[in-house]
């Protein structure tokens, strides 16, 4: 079929007629880019310019309503001397690092149990991608609730197998608190990780176990040396991914904590929301709003070459 | 392996993991369901077992539709995504049908700006968005966040339905050139409808990411009757310290329950979605 294909591309070319209206809208050229060019519009109009124009603000001491003025670099300055802002800084990296490693081990660990032969297993991987699919504010709700100050069912299972009542604070102690955004976020993305990764090993050829274990190679080793270098491109992928959305995560932190206790929880997003939205600082909010696009846009330009180079 | 003992091992290796697992993964909605049928009177008290239902009641369903604007939010959701993700695909299709069929000059330059459009986080944009939408004076308006959700769908049904349309063999359309058709009518007639199960990948992850976006909805959407049940359920069953529980569960299970059906529909649509993202890149 493939030898075939060639010359019928070249036939498939049909001689253009000279400067007719129909023969120039079919040049490849020409469609391609009328076509794009709605929504190429779109997305300059509606993600160019507020990203230029975010810039712009955040060399502004712009507030809510008043005309800013320009006022060069010192929003940034008074960012660096800020301890709330670094303190997010390192609440952001923590959170990110934390969550994406347990939604890497995590995840493996779901797509190794997974691809194993069973009944109903389209059912249950259906079932596993659940917390992906609802609403993150939503489940996030449900875990509130879940670690409620005075009616968590979390603690009176503790309490039931023997921790003292009342068992820990989740939300009001500043370390507990971290620990459970990092514990819901893995929540929420491990069935991403883990259901991705499983498609990765499902398109791992049994011949090369059959060979691994001919030679010799335990379960381990099996692991180690064909499965994860063949996994490596797609845990590279979706870490990458996770990585971004997890460093630029809002919604879960807004609603389980807003930040707190005393800015232990607070990110990047969330800082910048309560500096933009709560407190009307445009600027500033901006400014600590793209103190995320260093590491980010090494991020985003990283997987972008990946996923064109695969 | 076909002795009792083996098989046993076998189920023990197999659901012991994944039995763990989907523990984990459902009794967050366990909970939010047993919670929403509870009286008051089971809620608060903390000698009952409460991993049971004793006395089970309706009464938060019938306060959240009667007493807040549930069902108007729920209607605001569904337009909004769908408005959103209709508009999404049909830009996706006009950016990924010449990425993945034309050679023209600048075509990888563009495949790469949109990928990495669809990487930009809603953190990094929403106050200038937010600053541009006041004084195009579409604050608490639908349309505020049926033109921002877009922003990052259509590049992402874009990426995905390249994915797609790579993967449908070219003969079709180039009978239909040679038969003289233009390359309109190419896409519209021959092309398109052999995408549907693309579409419908692509349909169902907008649709549930529509659902799902908060950040746009919370700062554009201040009116109540122009909420989305997110917002909604987050800015009045929190009223101040004091949590309606029993209401909060009701409407995250309900708020849960569209994307839910729809997605149990397609699942497999979906997980086709899903790993072609990173698999097949």
Redesign the interface.
């Known amino acids: 079929m493939s030898i075939r ?1 060639e010359p ?2 070249g ?4 001689p253009r007629p000279a400067l007719s209206r ?1 023969g120039w ?2 040049r ?2 020409v ?3 009328l ?2 060019a ?3 519009l ?2 300059a109009g ?2 160019g ?3 230029v ?2 810039i712009l ?1 955040s060399l502004q001491d712009r507030a809510v309503a008043k005309p800013g003025h320009f006022v060069g670099l010192r929003n940034f300055i008074a960012d660096f001397h800020d301890p709330i802002f670094w303190r997010v800084a390192v609440n952001t990296v923590v959170y990110t690092v934390a969550a994406t490693l347990l939604k890497m081990v995590g995840g493996l ?2 797509a ?3 691809n ?1 032969h ?1 009944r109903v297993k ?1 059912l ?8 992906f ?7 996030t ?3 509130m ?2 670690l ?1 100050p005075a ?1 968590s ?1 979390v603690n ?2 503790l309490i039931g197998i023997g921790v003292s009542p009342p068992g820990p604070s989740w939300l009001g102690n500043p370390a507990l608190a971290m620990f459970s955004i990092i514990m819901i976020n893995t ?1 929420r993305g491990l ?2 990780y ?3 990764l499983l ?2 090993l499902q ?1 791992v050829p049994p011949e090369l176990y059959e060979a691994a274990t001919i030679d010799g190679a335990s379960g381990w080793h099996r692991f180690r040396f064909v499965t994860l270098p063949l996994l490596k491109p ?1 845990i590279l ?2 870490t990458l ?1 996770s990585v ?2 997890t ?2 995560d ?2 879960l932190v ?2 389980l904590t807003h930040g707190g206790p005393n800015n232990a929880t607070n990110l ?2 969330t800082y ?2 309560d500096l ?2 709560g407190a009307g600082q ?1 600027g500033l ?2 400014s600590v ?2 103190a ?2 260093p590491a ?1 846009g090494l ?3 990283a ?3 990946y ?2 180079k ?1 | 392996m076909v002795t009792g003992y083996g098989r046993l091992e076998q189920t023990v290796r197999v659901w012991l993991p994944v039995g763990f697992f989907l523990v984990v993964a459902l009794f967050p909605f366990y909970w939010m369901t047993i919670t929403s049928i509870k009286p008051d009177s089971e809620l608060y008290n903390r000698h009952l077992m409460p991993l049971l239902v004793h006395n089970p009641t309706l009464k938060h369903y019938i306060d959240l539709l009667t007493q807040t604007h549930f069902l108007l939010w729920t209607w605001n959701t569904m337009l909004v995504a769908i408005v959103s993700t209709g508009i999404s695909l049909v830009l996706g299709v006009m950016l990924a049908y010449p990425l993945a069929r034309m050679r023209f000059a600048g075509a990888g330059l563009i495949a790469m700006t949109v990928a990495a459009i669809y990487l930009v986080p809603q953190p990094l944009l929403f106050i200038p968005l937010a600053d541009v939408i006041n004084r195009l004076d579409l604050g608490n308006t639908l349309t505020a966040v049926i033109l921002t959700y877009p922003t990052m769908l259509v590049p992402f049904c874009a990426w995905l339905l390249l994915g797609y349309f790579k993967t449908v063999p070219k003969e079709l359309e180039e009978a239909a050139r040679i038969d003289g058709a233009s390359r309109l009518q190419t896409m519209r007639r021959i092309f398109l409808p052999l995408c549907t199960p693309g579409f419908i990948s692509a349909g169902i992850f907008a649709f549930t990411l529509s659902q799902n976006e908060f950040l746009y909805a919370l700062i554009f959407l201040t009116r109540s009757s122009v909420r989305t049940v997110p917002v909604g359920v987050i800015a009045e069953l929190i009223r101040g310290d004091v949590f309606y529980w029993g209401q909060l569960m009701a409407g995250a299970l309900l708020g849960s329950i569209p994307v839910a059906i729809i997605y149990s529909f397609f699942v497999e649509h979906y997980v086709a979605g899903l790993t072609s993202g990173s698999v097949k890149g």
Do not use: K
Not at chain 1, 11 to 14: E, G, M, N, S, V
Not at chain 1, 125 to 131: D, E, F, G, S, Y
């Open positions: 294909s019928l591309v036939l498939a070319r049909p129909s809208l079919d490849e050229a469609f391609s880019w076509m794009m709605p929504p190429l779109f997305l509606l993600v310019y507020p990203l124009y975010g603000l660990g779901l190794l149990a997974m194993q069973f389209n249950v991987r259906a079932l596993l991608l659940l917390p699919i609802v609403p993150t504010v939503l489940s709700v449900a875990w609730w879940m409620d009616f069912v009176r299972l929540w069935p991403f883990g259901i991705t498609a990765g398109t797609i992928i979706v991914f971004i959305f460093f630029a809002f919604q807004y609603v990047f997003a910048a929301f933009s939205m445009l909010g901006a709003a793209l995320m696009l980010l991020l985003i330009v997987l972008t070459l996923m064109r695969s």
